[in-house]
């Protein structure tokens, strides 16, 4: 089957709301952690999401589609549970990176499903980087979750 530009840009507007999810969701997480140390994780992890967000919207520019500007229910849903478990939590380190490990599950599996579509080497390229950055992040915030105590 082809990959028309319209499904490349779909997709890849996809992994830009993903990456919106994400950075918005460590930029919570960093307000809402005491711990220095995570604080300063989540505020990287926030920023390379957003460098993320810029090279996929050059991407889709690039095949001359436009970039959607709507945000993903999911994302919203993400969102607001880390707001309520934080609040819950008084900000537990261990649940907001519990949280934070279960938003990365969701990026991983995007990127995953990203990459079993037949897409031109410079995009395949750029994905399969960011995919792997992701998946760093997620064992990153599994590993630190599992030095938490509940």
């Known amino acids: 089957m082809a990959t028309t530009t319209k499904s490349i840009s779909s997709l ?6 993903t990456c919106k999810d994400g950075q918005h969701g460590f930029k919570t997480a960093a307000e809402d952690v005491k711990n220095d140390a995570l604080r300063s994780l989540f505020q990287e992890l926030s920023m390379e999401r957003g460098r993320f967000i810029a090279e996929l919207e050059h991407l889709v520019r690039s095949v001359g589609e436009d970039v959607e ?3 993903s ?3 919203v849903m993400h969102r607001a549970w880390i707001d309520l478990k ?3 939590s008084s900000g537990s380190e261990h649940a907001v990176l519990a949280e934070c ?3 990365e599950d ?3 599996a ?4 990203a990459l079993e579509h037949d897409l031109p080497v410079n995009i395949r390229n750029v994905v399969q980087q960011q995919y792997f950055a992701v998946q ?3 064992d990153r915030v599994r590993e630190l979750r599992d030095s938490f105590n509940q």
Not at 110 to 113: L, S
Request: aromatic share 4%.
């Open 12 to 17: 890849l507007n996809g992994l830009i709301e």
């Open 69 to 71: 500007q709507t945000g």
């Open 73 to 75: 229910v999911a994302g």
């Open 86 to 88: 934080s609040a819950l």
């Open 101 to 103: 490990e279960r938003g």
């Open 106 to 108: 969701s990026a991983v």
């Open 110 to 113: 995007e990127y995953r499903e």
């Open 136 to 138: 760093q992040a997620h």
